[in-house]
């Protein structure tokens, strides 16, 4: 049975950078990483919208990734 170890999770903030003419809208995206992987999907959620309050941009989207490294017991 396989176990997990090192635990991680990042966040992606995916942030309106301009729109053109024509209204299509250019995203760029900011990390935010060594995120507590405890932390549930609203406490993620909610942590993003507080960081990209701090900066310029208008916030599109909050994504979450975790990662483990997978060992035998």
Known sequence: MAVRRNEAATLKL?????VDA????????RSVAHLNPTLTDEESRLLGVDIAGLQ?????S?????TA????E
């Open 22 to 29: 024509g209204g299509v809208a250019t995203t760029k995206t």
């Open 69 to 72: 490294e997978l060992a035998a």
């Open 14 to 18: 995916k942030v309106i950078t301009s």
């Open 56 to 60: 310029q941009y208008e916030l599109d």
């Open 62 to 66: 909050v994504s979450r990734v975790d």
